[in-house]
């Protein structure tokens, strides 16, 4: 199962990817919107007319059951991730990587895999929670 970060989303909007890299897999059932990319957009959509259109893909994803939303479980395991690295590598913001860590907690439930165009920032994350038992993992997109 494949969920697409933020980043390539905001990719096809502005251009840089071609939308077929979304649609077509998307068409064929093999794609999940995690609520933390739909809140993602939505907080960065430009006009009220972007907002709409959002929203609409949103509520096309949730009509079909294709939204991932963490759980009680994927906010604990985030608290565990977040708490220990900062314990072993020194303090983070968990604010400035929550939303990272729960898109591949939440990914985890379906055995998913991450399409990026910026894997660097989801690759520590990736690799913590595989070494917790969250099967997942994220793919490299390059941006054309």
Known sequence: MILFDTSVYIGAIR????WNVIAVPTRAGGVRLSSVVAFELLVGARSPEDKRDLRAVVRQFAQ???VLTPTLEDWTAAADLIGRHSRVHGHIEARDHLADVLLVLSAGQVRGEIVTTDISHLRRWVRAARR???E?????LAVA
């Open 15 to 18: 251009g840089e990817l071609d």
């Open 64 to 66: 079909t059951g294709w």
């Open 132 to 134: 917790s038992g969250v």
């Open 136 to 140: 997942v993992r994220a793919t490299p």
